[in-house]
Nanobody
Framework: QMQVSESGGGTVQAGGSLRLSCTAS????????MGWFRQAPGKEREAVAS????????SYADSVKDRFTISKHDDLKILYLTMNNLKPEDTAMYYC????????????????????WGQGTQVTVSS
């Protein structure tokens, strides 16, 4: 059974940077497309970024485009979310998720496509 676990969250000042990590338990990490989601208190969960099985295709929410970078490393079985120029509105619990059964270069089309979720890591950005 695939399991994912996030780390790297913390408190940072506006304009700062953080790198979130998501480690996977499976030896078949290359079979999974991956994504990052976040949920702030009182708000709905939103998709932040996704990456295909190949690692070459990515998608970002407009609110994080040009600030966040998602990267998938099959050899290490790890997924990163590098976050630069953080803003107070980026404050949220961040979740890693995995989707199986997609073609090599396809991106998951919705959150329902992800079947394996982590417990989350908190990111707090102070102004």
């Amino acid at each position: 059974q695939m399991q994912v676990s996030e780390s790297g969250g913390g408190t940072v000042q506006a304009g700062g940077s953080l790198r979130l990590s998501c480690t996977a338990s499976t030896q078949y990490f290359d079979l999974y497309a991956m994504g990052w989601f976040r949920q702030a208190p009182g708000k709905e969960r939103e998709a932040v970024a996704s990456v295909s099985r190949s690692g070459g295709e990515t998608s970002y929410a407009d609110s994080v485009k040009d600030r966040f970078t998602i990267s998938k490393h099959d050899d290490l079985k790890i997924l990163y979310l590098t976050m630069n120029n953080l803003k107070p509105e980026d404050t949220a619990m961040y979740y890693c998720a995995a989707a199986r059964g997609l073609a090599f270069r396809d991106l998951p089309e919705s959150a329902s496509r992800y079947k394996f979720w982590g417990q989350g890591t908190q990111v707090t950005v102070s102004s």
